[in-house]
């Protein structure tokens, strides 16, 4: 199912779509192609298999893009839940006016994907809530578990990290990772990733009340649990603790609920600390691609019974408006030449984290940082290095915009370029090429402001019985023109 929200030049319009051509036929009529176009997308298996949106790709780049993935484990089921209701709550509230949601879609991309493993969900299903146990289910169709089926890139991050000088980002798959068992499921969120620079993301499992963040596999690789940070773990820390501290469930302080055990830590882990493994998702997003990704565990029970999802949802409703806000941390910005002309690939490097965000075809990147001063590189072969320092306050709504002017060089840097062709895909590789932005950003600092306290709900929104509702003709899905 796709849900497409499209905002044109006076009206909002939403509509739902079964697919990406439906969408091309409600924009062409409605004249919204030149205008600011938001969209929450909703993508799930079909007979044909995964499919996401082709034509997003070719969309202004405005806003940072954000996703959040559910159902990766098949018998893991709330994250599913919350995110079909994440995507009503968010059309429904943009349409009475909620100013900050409104702000939110404004100035964000979010993709949201209910079931990364609709086939398992299935297994799991059919034994039901409350019968269903604790690993069945979890695995795709071929009995492969998608979190840890993605390229190890940790280990070859532990040996390039020993080498001194040494880039640690966006390492490629190995080759040999293609002659093992590559489910589709993965290869399609590879595929994914590479449609979209995503800044930020999310995985959502079950089984546990806790946030846990990169590094997922030990840096040693005997250890089972092993703090084993990234260097952006003030960040992640941000980020974790972004979910966590406004979720009523992670701060409840006592230590007999679920997940009491992590209570210590306010609720957030690192990965490796609780335990290590290898192949994960959110370790491959970071060293990869320029996203960073944590894990969240929604509660306890992995199939719990339909009454349990409304006290589930209002739990997490604010966590997670309140990490896709986080992608709004840091800076971002264009990356050109003295001529204006964007320059891809350039290197953004953070002086005391050695883990480099590279900007999009288009010149733009996205970075997130944690507050306090930073100095900032931006480089790219060819040019000479631009050096800026920047302040991240403690609270900000959105980032900060620092533009780079590079100045070319003359001949004889052919180091440079030779690491740069490390960043582009292998030629073998199955994923095909990338990447896609069309224009610049248009970005502007804003002044600080309070972050916005959850709505206090007692009562449940106008949507939620359609989903409750136990005839079995209700509605999947519902918008209110
Ligand atoms: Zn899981």
């Known amino acids: 199912m796709l849900i497409i929200m499209v905002k044109c030049k006076k009206s909002v319009q939403q509509v739902t779509a079964p697919g990406a051509l439906v969408m091309q036929r409600f924009l062409g009529p409605n004249k919204c192609e030149l205008v600011q176009v938001h969209l929450l997308t909703l993508a799930k298996w079909g007979p044909q298999g995964f499919e996401m949106m082709p034509k997003l790709a070719s969309l202004p780049p405005v806003e940072p893009e954000v996703k959040l993935i559910g159902n990766i484990h098949g018998n893991e089921v709330v994250?599913?839940?919350?995110?079909?209701?994440?995507?009503?709550?968010?059309?429904?509230?943009?349409?009475?006016?909620?100013?900050?949601?409104?702000?939110?879609?404004?100035?964000?991309?979010?993709?949201?994907?209910?079931?990364?493993?609709?086939?398992?969900?299935?297994?799991?299903?059919?034994?039901?809530?409350?019968?269903?146990?604790?690993?069945?289910?979890?695995?795709?169709?071929?009995?492969?578990?998608?979190?840890?089926n993605f390229p190890d890139l940790t280990s070859e991050y532990y040996r390039l990290a020993s080498v001194r000088g040494t880039r640690t980002d966006h390492i490629p798959i190995p080759e040999h990772y293609w002659w093992g068992k590559v489910a589709?499921?993965?290869?399609?969120?590879?595929?994914?990733?590479?449609?979209?620079?995503?800044?930020?993301?999310?995985?959502?499992?079950?089984?546990?009340?806790?946030?846990?963040?990169?590094?997922?596999f030990s840096k040693h690789p005997l250890e089972m649990k092993m703090f084993s940070p990234t260097p952006d773990e003030k960040m992640f820390k941000l980020l974790a603790r972004a979910y966590a501290d406004v979720h009523p469930m992670m701060m409840d302080r006592s230590e007999g609920r679920c997940g009491g055990?992590?209570?210590?830590?306010?609720?957030?882990?690192?990965?490796?600390d609780w335990y290590s493994f290898t192949g994960g998702m959110s370790d491959f997003n970071y060293l990869h691609s320029n996203c960073f990704e944590i894990t969240v565990e929604l509660g306890c029970v992995k199939f719990p019974p339909e009454e349990a999802l409304y006290g589930?949802?209002?739990?997490?409703?604010?966590?997670?408006?309140?990490?896709?806000?986080?992608?709004h941390r840091g800076i971002k910005g264009v990356v050109m030449d003295r001529f204006g002309k964007p320059v891809k690939n350039a290197r953004i490097l953070v002086k005391g984290i050695r883990h480099d965000v590279t900007t999009a075809p288009d010149g733009d990147y996205w970075r997130l940082l944690p507050p306090g001063s930073h100095i900032v590189i931006a480089q790219a072969p060819g040019y000479s290095k631009v050096m800026k320092r920047v302040t991240i306050p403690l609270r900000m709504r959105k980032a900060g915009r620092v533009d780079f002017i590079l100045q070319p060089l003359g001949t004889g840097h052919k180091k440079l370029s030779h690491e740069l062709q490390r960043t582009a895909p292998a030629s073998r590789d199955p994923l095909g090429g990338a990447g896609l932005r069309d224009q610049p950003p248009q970005l502007d600092l804003e002044p600080l402001g309070a972050r916005r306290q959850p709505s206090a709900g007692g009562s449940k929104p106008w949507w939620w019985s359609y989903f409750t509702s136990l005839s079995p003709h209700r509605p999947r899905w519902l918008l209110k023109y």
């Open 312 to 327: 589930l949802w209002l739990n997490n409703k604010e966590s997670l408006l309140s990490f896709v806000e986080m992608v």
């Open 184 to 216: 589709p499921e993965t290869k399609a969120i590879m595929k994914w990733m590479r449609t979209a620079p995503f800044v930020l993301s999310a995985s959502l499992h079950g089984g546990d009340l806790v946030v846990s963040y990169p590094f997922d």
């Open 79 to 148: 994250g599913r839940e919350m995110l079909i209701y994440l995507a009503q709550y968010l059309c429904a509230e943009y349409l009475l006016g909620n100013p900050r949601i409104q702000r939110l879609i404004n100035t964000t991309r979010i993709h949201l994907l209910p079931s990364m493993n609709p086939d398992g969900y299935e297994v799991a299903a059919a034994e039901g809530a409350g019968y269903n146990g604790w690993t069945s289910g979890r695995q795709n169709a071929q009995n492969l578990d998608l979190n840890r």
């Open 261 to 272: 055990n992590f209570l210590k830590q306010g609720s957030i882990i690192n990965g490796a």
